[in-house]
């Protein structure tokens, strides 16, 4: 039995996360970590979607984010990992494939959802007992020194909206 191709997501934000081939730990150098970061904030600022958190592990990425309207999660997310696969290929001579095939993903429903993944990937470094605080992670949006998009107008919390309406 063929199984089922991925067909065009429906407009939205999502959490998605992909694995190293193999689940090699080859996220545990700077120099590998900069390209992906690089890679992940150069298509955001291409427009190709909007960032709304991010952590990357030594063998996986999670990612919250906002695919541009003409722009489906699978090409947002093959995007990131293929132009970070080309540049670390190209930078470290592999022999191998940087990322396993395809991703998971989950469409965020509310923002109790948004909220519950937000934590999710914050909290990934601390509950693997790599950091004690999820600031303390140099490959996180919880670090604080990468600009985030906004969270979704749809997503926010109604008296967030409420108030900015009548504010």
Known sequence: MVSPRRHIHAPGTYFATSRTWQSRKLFTNSEICKIFLESLLRYREQGRYALHAFILMPEHFHILITPAEDVTLERAVQLMKGGSAHSIGEERKLAFPVWQRGFSDHRIRDYSDYE???????????????????????????????????????????????????G
């Open 116 to 166: 519950m993944h937000l934590r999710y990937i914050e909290q990934n470094p601390v509950k693997r007992g790599i950091v004690a605080s999820p600031e303390e992670y140099e490959w996180s949006s919880a670090k604080g020194e990468v600009t985030l998009n906004d969270v979704p107008q749809r997503l926010k919390p109604l008296s967030r909206v409420m108030a900015v309406r009548h």
